[in-house]
């Protein structure tokens, strides 16, 4: 082998060791970052999703024979939580741009901790309503804040499967929540409380504790971390830096309106709504559903596990595929006609087996992909304020669908018109997210003949920082 043919093998050869090197410190960095964040956050988005969800266990467990709840009475009650609860999350996410998300998150989790546990001296409707209400406001800022949380430590390409990860929880609240109904419920008389009351006391003390803990336990930034030696924060926010397309990471009220403003951001909203309809219509009611398949309530608690164990295990299946491909539209419409075969199978089969297992199906096409929209959302806007803004958005809105959910399932056993009206909605989800990954495309191409036509490279980014996702450098995931 000639002298220069050997030194061009051996360059070769280095490069490809320096990147093999790069992107196992990469791998190295990130699993850290999991270790230290994931498992926390996750623990929070349980709590939440359990206090919010077990009015739906409670029901089962004999609150609506107490509390008189006949008519619409438990469907208003339900719905009530989604109206402050949409409406507060963009203040709220605004709120932890401007304080510490470890004082903020923690402070908040206290407020919606102390609520539940009071829930349990409920004792009228009109309780139940103004409570249900006061816990939508003070819940209002944990899945935005976490999500908008997530993306502060991790780049785009890496968010799907986190984002799935801290999702995952709220699947698991809901097998959590009927195997804990099942035994608090036996409490009943105990201190002259029902069952049903004990349900509320105990779940909302336990996040009173863990509320306390976090203020010791989470972090605010990369910046910051203590668990970062000052060689792996220099490289964490080298990664991000880059990840930014060097975007703007401060606070001013145009990114907010950049937010506001942008006809994506709705059509994220849309698709994200068509999946959350089924999604709280499954947490509210999927006892329900099984009791009056013929079940006894105590086992439509224990029944009610399965089709949330599934759902959690498809939906951090795909966060990860959908990272490992780069791709996110795909998945949801795979989920989502998933979710819509499961529903025909309710709609069409009386059976308890054959019903029983369209409930499976249809939570795990909900649920699994829930995490990818929030990851296609974030991850297509630009600008750290803007992102914080439009995931509150998406989600905000997006959670007025809870309402619809409340009020659907009111013709039981078969419940037509529940089943038929999240059809519906998953119809639009699939339709609504071929649109955007065409138009995605489509914007991505106009992007990139600006770039060669006016010789737009990397080194003028710097023009483009205060235009979020609307500058000619940035592109959108598909």
């Given at each position: 082998m000639s002298p220069s043919l050997q030194l061009s093998v051996d360059d070769e050869k280095g490069v490809v060791e320096t990147v093999g090197a790069r992107d196992a410190e990469r791998a190295r960095l990130l699993r850290k970052l999991d270790w230290h964040l994931l498992p926390f956050v996750s623990l929070l988005y349980l709590l939440s999703f359990l206090d919010r969800a077990n009015v739906g266990n409670a029901r089962v467990a004999g609150m609506s024979t107490d509390l008189n709840l006949v008519g619409f009475r438990y469907n208003i009650a339900a719905a009530v939580f989604f109206i402050p609860y949409s409406l507060a999350e963009v203040p709220s996410n605004i709120a932890l741009k401007l304080f510490r998300p470890s004082r903020w998150i923690p402070a908040i989790m206290v407020a919606w901790g102390l609520i539940m546990t009071l829930m349990c001296l409920v004792n009228t409707y009109r309780g139940l309503v103004v409570a249900r209400t006061f816990l939508g406001l003070a819940e209002a800022g944990l899945?935005?804040?976490?999500?908008?949380?997530?993306?502060?430590?991790?780049?785009?390409?890496?968010?799907?499967?986190?984002?799935?990860?801290?999702?995952?929880?709220?699947t698991i609240s809901g097998a959590f929540g009927g195997v804990l109904a099942y035994f608090i419920e036996k409490m009943e008389g105990i201190g002259?409380?029902?069952?049903?009351?004990?349900?509320?006391?105990?779940?909302?003390?336990?996040?009173?504790?863990?509320?306390?803990?976090?203020?010791?336990?989470?972090?605010?930034?990369?910046?910051?971390?203590?668990?970062?030696?000052?060689?792996?924060?220099?490289?964490?926010?080298?990664?991000?830096?880059?990840?930014?397309?060097?975007?703007?990471?401060?606070?001013?009220?145009?990114?907010?309106?950049?937010?506001?403003?942008?006809?994506?951001?709705?059509?994220?909203?849309?698709?994200?709504?068509?999946?959350?309809?089924?999604?709280?219509?499954?947490?509210?009611?999927?006892?329900?559903?099984?009791?009056?398949?013929?079940?006894?309530?105590?086992?439509?608690?224990?029944?009610?596990?399965?089709?949330?164990?599934?759902?959690?295990?498809?939906?951090?299946?795909?966060?990860?595929?959908?990272?490992?491909?780069?791709?996110?539209?795909?998945?949801?419409?795979?989920?989502?006609?998933?979710?819509?075969?499961?529903?025909?199978?309710?709609?069409?089969?009386?059976?308890?087996?054959?019903?029983?297992?369209?409930t499976i199906i249809a939570a795990a096409g909900a649920f699994a992909p829930v995490a990818v929209i929030l990851a296609w959302a974030g991850s297509n806007a630009g600008g750290e304020m803007k992102r914080g803004v439009v995931i509150a958005m998406v989600i905000g809105l997006g959670n007025l669908g809870g309402i619809c959910s409340s009020f659907i399932y009111i013709d039981p056993p078969r419940f037509h018109i529940g089943h038929g009206t999240i059809m519906g909605w998953l119809t639009l989800s699939i339709l609504l997210s071929f649109f955007a990954m065409w138009d995605y495309k489509r914007i991505n191409k106009q992007k990139e003949r600006l770039c060669l036509e006016h010789g737009i490279t990397e080194d003028r980014r710097d023009e483009f920082r205060d235009m979020g996702d609307g500058s000619p450098l940035f592109r959108y995931t598909i």
């Open positions: 899945f935005p804040g976490v999500n908008y949380y997530i993306s502060l430590w991790y780049p785009r390409a890496e968010r799907s499967m986190r984002i799935a990860i801290f999702f995952s929880a709220a002259g409380l029902h069952g049903w009351q004990w349900i509320f006391c105990l779940e909302g003390l336990v996040t009173i504790v863990v509320a306390f803990t976090a203020f010791f336990f989470m972090y605010d930034c990369p910046e910051t971390a203590s668990f970062f030696t000052e060689a792996e924060r220099c490289y964490v926010m080298d990664l991000l830096r880059e990840d930014s397309n060097g975007l703007a990471t401060h606070y001013d009220f145009q990114f907010v309106l950049q937010a506001f403003r942008d006809y994506k951001t709705y059509v994220q909203i849309g698709i994200y709504m068509g999946l959350l309809v089924p999604g709280y219509a499954i947490l509210l009611f999927t006892p329900t559903i099984i009791n009056e398949l013929g079940f006894s309530a105590a086992n439509a608690q224990l029944l009610s596990v399965p089709p949330f164990v599934t759902g959690c295990i498809f939906t951090i299946l795909v966060g990860i595929y959908s990272d490992k491909h780069q791709l996110r539209g795909p998945y949801v419409i795979g989920g989502a006609f998933v979710s819509l075969l499961g529903y025909i199978v309710l709609y069409t089969q009386s059976s308890p087996g054959a019903s029983y297992a369209g």
